[in-house]
């Protein structure tokens, strides 16, 4: 037997998923965020690059994106019986795990390629994950965009680091030694 969900029921299970899916979202971002610091000696003597926003800017942007994050895969999540939600899910848990491990990779590991290379991957996953989330829910894919534009901000903030510190940031320079962390 086949029947379609009110719109009550709709609007109740968007809620209980949004409920559950936004608070996980930002208690993700927190914990990654804390694989790494830009207030380490080593990011602190590296060259910033003209675009380098405000340092309070990134706090209030990822939170932003994150509650956005958590609303668009809350809204693919209570998609209930349709065609490609399993599919985009694992495609969004897949993808999040290269966002959050870019912290690690460039203030943690201390390594700007790996960054870059992070970023590249999480470009690309998006994108994925947008075309999946646009089939299941077109409104889950529009509220990624303003992620898609950070991201992008953030690959060419990376990139631009690598031009300014084409040594890695490792100059020894007046500040004494540099901490930098290798597995």
Do not use: C
């Amino acid at each position: 037997m086949n029947f379609l969900a009110s719109k009550a029921q709709l609007r109740a299970s968007f809620a209980r998923w949004s409920l559950f899916m936004v608070p996980l979202i930002v208690l993700l971002g927190f914990l990654g965020g804390q694989l790494g610091s830009p207030d380490t000696v080593w990011f602190q003597s590296l060259a910033k690059p003209a675009i380098f926003p405000p340092p309070a800017a990134f706090g209030i942007v990822w939170t932003i994106l994150y509650v956005m994050i958590g609303l668009s895969v809350a809204l693919v999540a209570s998609a209930w019986g349709a065609h490609g939600r399993g599919i985009a899910i694992i495609a969004f848990a897949i993808h999040f795990v290269g966002n959050l491990s870019w912290t690690f990779a460039f203030f943690g590991m201390q390594n700007m390629t790996a960054g870059l290379g992070i970023l590249i991957f999480t470009t690309l996953t998006l994108l994925v994950v947008l075309w999946l989330f646009w089939r299941v829910r077109r409104l889950a894919a529009i509220i990624l965009l303003p992620y898609l534009a950070w991201v992008a901000f953030a690959s060419v903030l990376n990139w631009q680091f690598l031009v300014e510190n084409p040594n890695g940031g490792a100059t020894g320079g007046e500040a004494g030694a540099v901490e930098r962390v290798e597995f």
